[in-house]
């Protein structure tokens, strides 16, 4: 585990689109694997810069995203369907057919949808670089604490915790949706390499007890520190309560 130190998230951020563009630039055919939320909103405008600037090409890229609410309309700017189209695809040569974000139908209880979304990423000769966000809870996509960790994409009840935080991007907390389809632990642990960004100090405690707790599904991001790549990139804030270096 690489932990990396910056003054601001603006360079924590700007920090994981350079190891964005190096993937691509070392392998152009990358899978890649996306998350959504406020945190990598400044990596992606970053890369859609690169783009532009000729930098960085997307056409042979093929992407998987950690998540998404079930029994949203896709429609809706709070969708994660809606927020990737906004914040990076429609910016960029990305072909429509290599763009996958998981599917719950109403109804579904994840596992049709979870084998299938699991069999796409197999298929696609799995994924080579992770992007994640990390919640106050410690959760990793959507998975939330539990008494064990699950290995493949699964549609999740959300914690209050994590409805709470999510509320600010709806109009209410009452319109926040209850259950989310995510990429299971086993998912991103088969990622090839994991970059995470954490920024404010309200992601402080998080960090700590995933740098230095131990493995516990109660804070699923522990996991990561037995990965064999994995990038950690924080603001000052989000550091805070790490040991001095």
Avoid: W
Wanted: glycine share 8%; proline share 5%; net charge negative.
């Amino acid at each position: 585990m690489q932990i990396h130190i910056y003054e601001t998230a603006e360079q924590a951020c700007r920090a994981a689109a350079f190891l964005f563009a190096a993937q691509l630039t070392r392998k152009p055919e990358s899978v890649l694997g996306l998350a959504t939320g406020s945190t990598p909103v400044p990596c992606y405008r970053d890369l859609i810069a690169y783009h532009q600037q000729g930098l960085v090409d997307f056409s042979r890229v093929t992407t998987f995203n950690l998540d998404e609410y079930c029994g949203i309309d896709y429609q809706n700017p709070c969708s994660y369907h809606a927020f990737m189209e906004e914040n990076l695809f429609r910016h960029v040569n990305l072909r429509a057919e290599a763009i996958h974000l998981p599917d719950a139908p109403r109804g579904d209880d994840g596992g049709a949808s979870g084998r299938a979304y699991d069999a796409a990423i197999e298929a696609a000769g799995g994924i080579d670089l992770q992007l994640l966000g990390i919640g106050r809870n410690g959760h990793i996509g959507f998975n939330e604490p539990a008494d064990a960790f699950t290995y493949g994409t699964h549609v999740v009840n959300l914690s209050q915790n994590t409805i709470d935080a999510n509320a600010r991007f709806f109009d209410s907390v009452d319109d926040v949706p209850r259950q989310a389809i995510s990429m299971g632990i086993g998912n991103i642990m088969a990622c090839r390499s994991v970059v995470l960004i954490a920024t404010g100090e309200s992601k402080a405690e998080a960090i700590l007890r995933t740098v230095h707790g131990p493995i516990d599904p109660h804070v699923p991001a522990s996991i990561l520190s037995v990965h064999p790549s994995v990038t950690i990139l924080l603001d000052r804030e989000a550091a805070s309560l790490l040991p001095a270096r």
